[in-house]
């Protein structure tokens, strides 16, 4: 028992301080949705924030890896907390709001290098066999962080300020910083003679390459990223139309909204939960394909819903099996990347996410402007089954076929 308790010494600080930047994210998001629309009276204004974010992986993507795999993660998510505190401690004293979205765009920047490193230093970190449970307790965490986030934001907003909770953030991310700090280091200083002698753009140039090559060889895990991340971001666009497809098609209040995402999260929660107790029970494949393929089916009943009751149904559904999803396939790209190709492999592959995520919300946007919702919605929803039936096909062969070389493999062994 104790040597277990050990063993999870380190993976629980991680998810401690990763649990509390993820509550002070969602105090931020929402704190600064009332600050900017309070300031602005302008919707625009707060629809502008939900791409300083996408515009920011573009911007770093495909650099930040080259620096995240060579310099000390840990170093770069404790700076990265740090950075992020100072900015948003800043944003209560600027008066005009293109200094506003500037210091906004700076913290998505720190953001972006926080976020592949932390998943670099996890894999180095936890070990292999636990990668499962420590991601669906952090599933748990998220989801744990979308619930309480927005209620501390509001219970700060509604006895402090606006000041006061935007503060509290900053407040969130040194404290993160400091539980960062009690981590080992797990750095490795290598010499490298090309990297002091080169120019940065070679270097970056030879990376590409690398990457590149790592993804010609794994074509497999490049068809179950492109797949899953269509399916990410369709459901993303999805989500930007929401509010106006529930209450405008299905004739939702305001009330019966925030109902259903709170029924949404404690669907995701439930799952998140679940897993972590059958954590390694279930294989990979069967939880990244049959989990989306469930999911897609949530957002099909959300499509076709015609009054609460049935959209709950199909938000209950996509939250449990989302929740089996994101977790099944963080595991599987960590056990397809090494640690020292993933902060380059992860963040090339996030600029085109990132590009795609801007394109999608956008087309959606205009969609929904020739079209109507319903139809909009309707068609992004088969489109998110058609690629989770594919997806779930792959991973159906995938597991088969691994199993049939495992089990030749096992003969060739007793042969000997």
């Known amino acids: ?18 649990g509390i930047s993820y509550i002070g994210d969602f105090i931020y998001l929402v704190a600064l949705n009332l600050y900017i629309f309070a300031k602005t009276e302008s919707v625009t204004a707060v629809a502008g924030l939900w791409l300083i974010g996408p515009l920011a992986g573009i911007v770093t993507s495909l650099w930040s890896g080259s620096l995240i795999d060579r ?10 907390d740090i950075m992020r505190a100072l900015l948003v401690a800043i944003i209560p004293f600027l008066s005009e709001m293109w200094m506003i979205y500037s210091v906004l765009f700076a913290i998505s920047l720190c953001s972006s290098f926080f976020n592949p490193a932390s998943s670099a230093y996890t894999v180095q970190l936890v070990p292999k066999e636990k990668w499962l449970r420590y991601n669906s307790i952090s599933s748990v965490l998220t989801t744990g962080a979308l619930v309480i986030g927005p209620a501390i934001a509001g219970a700060l907003v509604h006895f402090g300020s606006y000041n006061f909770a935007i503060w509290c953030n900053a407040g969130s991310f040194l ?3 400091c539980i960062l700090s009690f981590l080992p280091s797990l750095y490795n200083k290598q010499t490298d003679s090309s990297y002091s002698s ?22 497999l895990f490049l068809a179950t990223y492109i797949l899953f991340q269509l399916i990410m971001t369709l459901a993303i666009a999805l989500d930007s139309q929401e509010v106006v497809f529930t209450q ?10 925030s109902l259903l995402v709170s029924i949404t999260g404690i ?18 494949p069967y939880l990244i394909g049959f989990a989306s393929t469930l999911f897609s089916l949530g957002y099909g009943i959300y499509a076709f819903s015609n009054s609460f009751y049935s959209a709950c149904i199909g938000f209950i559904i996509l939250g449990f099996f989302s929740s089996f999803a ?10 397809r990347i090494p640690s020292n190709k993933m902060g380059r492999v992860g963040a090339t592959l996030g600029f085109f ?53 495992n089990k030749n493999s096992n003969q060739r062994e007793l042969a000997r």
């Open 1 to 18: 028992m104790r040597d277990a308790k050990s063993k999870w010494k380190y993976p629980s600080l991680l998810l401690s301080a990763v």
């Open 71 to 80: 310099l000390n993660k840990k170093l770069i998510m404790i700076i990265s």
């Open 175 to 177: 404290l993160s910083a």
């Open 198 to 219: 080169s120019s940065k753009l070679k270097i970056m140039i030879d990376d590409w390459r690398i990457v590149v090559e790592f993804l010609k060889k794994q074509l």
């Open 248 to 257: 405008t098609i299905i004739g939702l209040t305001e009330s019966q909204y």
């Open 267 to 284: 669907g995701y929660l439930t799952g998140s939960l679940l897993l972590a107790i059958t954590a390694n029970k279930l294989p990979i």
């Open 326 to 335: 994101n977790t099944g396939f963080q595991t599987f790209f960590q056990q």
């Open 353 to 405: 996410q990132s590009l795609t995520l801007i394109i999608t919300i956008i087309f959606a946007g205009l969609l929904s402007e020739w079209l109507s919702v319903k139809e909009v919605v309707i068609g992004t929803s088969l489109l998110i089954m058609l690629f989770s039936v594919t997806l779930n096909v792959l991973m159906f062969f995938y597991h088969n076929s691994k199993e049939v070389y």
